[in-house]
């Protein structure tokens, strides 16, 4: 493209407004179509801070994505059913089609799968994903929905509390089959249809860069995300996507400044031990204030490791925005903290119920959305802005005061980790070292203390006349809450 051409777009861009894109071609030496136009300056739409459509560009100044109760409302009543939607089911489907034929899920193609599923669990289970043959189709048959579905759970979050801007850079780190980049653009899809029948004009101008080691998830990442964008885009919407790096994270140099970086089942694959990852972490964060998505397996490895990789990035600077918060003013090592959101179900996607067959079909149905996360920053924002004062004890100060009534204040950091009849929840106010669990029986469940159900993974409540109960076996606390307890959810 010709200098002449890309100074004059900046220098309209810079001076006004609104312009045709026709409207350049009165001071051009050599003329160009609309399409020309278009299709030359499309690269720098993003660095010039514009939105165009084929004709006309208009000038985009950032700012946080617009949010009110019905837009929050709209797009809450969307997740909670939570399930691929029919454009990303079939997008799947004709994928696995393609590379297997029409009947993949029957013979030897079917049978090759099915093991592949089962084997892929095991060396995860084991903490070491190998990824054998036929590697994506199993993985998107029985990981990526899952995935897919969770991380939009992350995406409202950000959006309620003005953290996804109209004009935002993304990365997505070990982006696999690309099921961070389709599930944010499948989430901005259904924000543009609730902003279309609300009557919001937003427009958008995204551009999403990924980095990936292996070159055979980077042939279907391109593959699924140029079909995606082939189909109809969200009106309002303008996508970049840039060519996967082919690279480890631990290798890439990439400079820009990312708006939001998203590391989704990726650190348990990195060959550093925990506390090391971060330094990967760290280099791709440098130079903004970007949002850091870290998400990993719930379970008690994969958890646990992602709590030490997060203590090392806040050595490093880095402020937990959510689901810890530091309710004394000060953050825990987290060397042993397992805690995960529990988010439901997803609905059994077409494709996953047609390997599943009949003959054990549990072992190839994956719809349990339970992650451990965290979103960190660097300029000490958080979700929860409670600060706790003298009244409550500290649960590092717990053994102090066993077989005692004490009143605390704590994040909830677990769903219902017992049964019907006795209701356990993890608790954190981010001092103590040891677990500390609110234990409910049924029987003591009152008016007074039932807030405990209300609180969302990482809400705070205070709790008022809870009994201190040591576990040595588990070496852990119980704070039992009896019919003489009061719970208050705090709401800031
Ligand atoms: C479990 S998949 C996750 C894919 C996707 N992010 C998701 O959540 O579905 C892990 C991905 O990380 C990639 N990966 C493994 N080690 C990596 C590294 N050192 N740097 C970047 N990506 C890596 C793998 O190739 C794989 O695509």
């Known amino acids: 493209m010709s200098t002449e051409l890309l100074s004059l777009a900046k220098y309209l861009a810079a001076s006004r407004s609104e312009f045709e894109l026709s409207e350049l071609n009165q001071y051009l030496s050599k003329k160009y179509s609309e399409k020309e136009l278009y299709e030359l300056l499309k690269p720098h739409f993003y660095d010039l801070d514009l939105f165009c459509e084929s004709n006309k560009c208009t000038k985009l100044v950032k700012h946080a994505l617009q949010v009110d109760e019905a837009v929050i409302g709209q797009l809450e009543a969307q997740l909670k059913n939570p399930a691929l939607t029919p454009r990303i089911e079939k997008l799947i489907g004709s994928y696995i089609e393609r590379k297997c034929g029409r009947n993949w899920y029957t013979g030897g193609t079917g049978q090759l799968i099915r093991e592949n599923i089962v084997k892929q669990k095991e060396e995860y289970w084991k903490g070491k994903a190998q990824y054998p043959r036929i590697r994506m189709i199993s993985y998107l048959l029985y990981h990526f929905?899952?995935?897919?579905?969770?991380?939009?759970?992350?995406?409202?979050?950000?959006?309620?509390?003005?953290?996804?801007?109209?004009?935002?850079?993304?990365?997505?780190?070990?982006?696999?089959?690309?099921?961070?980049?389709?599930?944010?653009?499948?989430?901005?899809?259904?924000?543009?249809?609730?902003?279309?029948?609300?009557?919001?004009?937003?427009?958008?101008?995204?551009?999403?860069?990924?980095?990936?080691?292996?070159?055979?998830?980077?042939?279907?990442?391109?593959?699924?995300?140029?079909?995606?964008?082939?189909?109809?885009?969200?009106?309002?919407?303008?996508?970049?996507?840039?060519?996967?790096?082919?690279?480890?994270?631990?290798?890439?140099?990439?400079?820009?400044?990312?708006?939001?970086?998203?590391?989704?089942?990726?650190?348990?694959?990195?060959?550093?031990?925990?506390?090391?990852?971060?330094?990967?972490?760290?280099?791709?964060?440098?130079?903004?204030?970007?949002?850091?998505?870290?998400?990993?397996?719930?379970?008690?490895?994969?958890?646990?490791?992602?709590?030490?990789?997060?203590?090392?990035?806040?050595?490093?600077?880095?402020?937990?925005?959510?689901?810890?918060?530091?309710?004394?003013?000060?953050m825990c090592d987290c060397r042993d903290c397992w805690s995960f959101r529990e988010a439901g179900h997803i609905r059994v996607p077409g494709f996953m119920r047609t390997i599943a067959g009949t003959d054990v079909p549990y072992r190839y149905i994956n719809t349990d959305m339970k992650f451990s996360y965290v979103v960190l920053r660097k300029d000490g924002l958080t979700e929860q802005k409670y600060q706790a004062k003298g009244k409550f004890i500290r649960l590092s100060n717990l053994k102090k005061h066993i077989k005692k009534r004490i009143n605390v204040v704590a994040s909830v950091m677990s769903g219902n980790l017992g049964d019907e009849k006795n209701f356990v929840f993890k608790l954190c106010d981010s001092t103590s070292s040891i677990p500390v669990y609110a234990v409910l029986p049924y029987y003591h469940m009152t008016e007074k203390n039932r807030q405990l159900f209300d609180a969302a993974y990482g809400n705070i409540i205070e709790i008022f006349g809870s009994l201190v109960r040591e576990n040595a076996e588990l070496s852990s606390f119980n704070l039992l809450i009896t019919r003489n307890t009061s719970i208050n959810l705090v709401h800031i």
């Open 145 to 330: 929905p899952v995935y897919f579905c969770q991380f939009q759970y992350l995406l409202l979050d950000l959006l309620k509390v003005g953290l996804l801007t109209n004009k935002m850079s993304i990365l997505d780190v070990g982006s696999g089959p690309g099921t961070i980049t389709l599930s944010t653009l499948d989430f901005l899809k259904k924000l543009q249809d609730v902003y279309s029948s609300r009557k919001i004009d937003e427009k958008l101008n995204i551009i999403i860069d990924s980095i990936e080691p292996v070159k055979e998830n980077i042939d279907c990442y391109i593959e699924l995300t140029s079909d995606y964008l082939g189909g109809v885009l969200p009106g309002n919407t303008m996508i970049n996507l840039n060519k996967p790096v082919h690279m480890s994270v631990e290798k890439a140099k990439l400079s820009k400044g990312f708006d939001l970086l998203v590391f989704s089942n990726i650190l348990a694959e990195m060959k550093a031990p925990p506390q090391h990852r971060a330094d990967a972490i760290e280099k791709l964060a440098a130079g903004k204030n970007p949002a850091v998505i870290i998400i990993e397996p719930a379970d008690l490895v994969n958890s646990k490791a992602l709590r030490i990789s997060q203590s090392a990035l806040i050595r490093k600077g880095f402020t937990v925005y959510s689901p810890c918060t530091s309710i004394w003013g000060i």
